[in-house]
């Protein structure tokens, strides 16, 4: 018994000396301070491949805070991370929330990521579902918060989330969808994308299941208002909006028929499987994943900051970068 006290003892020595070694060797994230640098990531299509995506204004479709709407930003605030302007990178009481949760339902269902440690997954580490891969996220996030401003952090999370095959970023996702850039898209639309994040491919896929993606959106309005991001006026407008599902179809049924030309030796077992697959606490919605939560619209309302003088904080983010 003893000898293997020793050796399990050995095992968590040389574990924690591993992950030691793999903190000290963290990329820096000082540059991503450095608006006009680009960068290259790998991210996957929708076949598991990956193909090389340039973060930064090398890449056609980046769009900067200042043209990204207020409503857009605060969708994805509500809906992924309604703490997002009160933590400093990881989020303790949604950590508490989903462990809670996980324990009841006897699932992993809830992930507790801010959109910082997504950040920080979706440009330095890999999918793998590690603890050393969860520590190196956590001291990311934190260095980012220390090292970047909120309006950055939100700028390159909209520039990298998932929206479509191969579409990432509410630039590409914009021209995508609905054909025009960020900066015009309407409240009905910015909830859409938001509504999109936790599962593009398969759950809240818009032409696979367009009134689930409709149901969450009106969800996420809901939030905007009770916010004070929108007026009832524009509440009511964009509740009204009927967005152009038979164009969101002919989109996505055109690439999913083009990567199928290009990748002819898939399986069709293979397709078939992760047609079925529902998002995991991993998620689907960002290059890397955005958690779903399918009690959004509870949980947020019950951890949205007060309607004070944050309410206005990505407008003010947008007009200091346009500095």
Not at 181 to 205: D, H, K, Q, W
Request: proline residues 6%; aromatic residues 8%; glycine residues 6%.
């Amino acid at each position: 018994m003893k000898k293997i006290f020793v050796i399990l003892a050995g095992l968590a020595i040389l574990y924690a000396a591993y992950i030691g070694v793999s903190l000290m060797l963290l990329p820096s994230v000082s540059d991503l301070q450095k608006r006009r640098a680009s960068m290259t990531i790998q991210v996957r299509d929708w076949h598991g491949n990956y193909h090389p995506f340039v973060v930064g204004p090398k890449n056609r479709y980046w769009t900067s805070g200042a043209g990204i709407p207020p409503e857009m930003k605060w969708a994805v605030i509500l809906a992924e991370d309604a703490n997002f302007y009160k933590h400093e990178g990881i989020d303790v009481k949604a950590i508490k929330n989903a462990i809670k949760y996980d324990l009841e339902k006897k699932t992993f269902a809830r992930g507790a990521s801010t959109i910082t440690q997504q950040v920080a997954k979706n440009l330095f580490l890999s999918r793998e579902k590690t603890i050393s891969r969860k520590v190196k996220e956590v001291v990311l996030a934190r260095r980012m918060e220390q090292e970047l401003t909120k309006g950055r952090i939100i700028e390159l999370y909209l520039n990298l989330v998932e929206l479509g095959p191969m579409v990432y970023g509410i630039g590409h996702g914009a021209h995508y969808y609905f054909g025009k850039p960020a900066s015009a898209l309407t409240p009905r639309e910015c909830a859409i994308f938001a509504a999109m994040l936790p599962g593009p491919r398969v759950a809240y896929n818009p032409y696979r299941n367009m009134g689930k993606v409709l149901k969450r959106s009106n969800m996420i309005l809901r939030l905007l208002l009770n916010k004070g991001v929108l007026s009832q006026a524009e509440y009511r407008q964009a509740l009204a909006e009927s967005p152009n599902i038979g164009r969101l179809q002919k989109k996505v049924d055109e690439s999913i028929k083009k990567e199928e030309v290009l990748l002819p030796n898939i399986s069709s077992a293979k397709n078939e499987e992760e047609s079925t697959v529902e998002p995991t606490t991993d998620g689907e919605g960002a290059v890397n994943g955005a958690q779903p939560n399918m009690n959004m619209e509870e949980d947020s309302r019950q951890n949205i900051p007060p309607a004070t003088e944050e309410q206005a904080q990505p407008e003010a983010d947008s007009q200091a970068e346009q500095k």
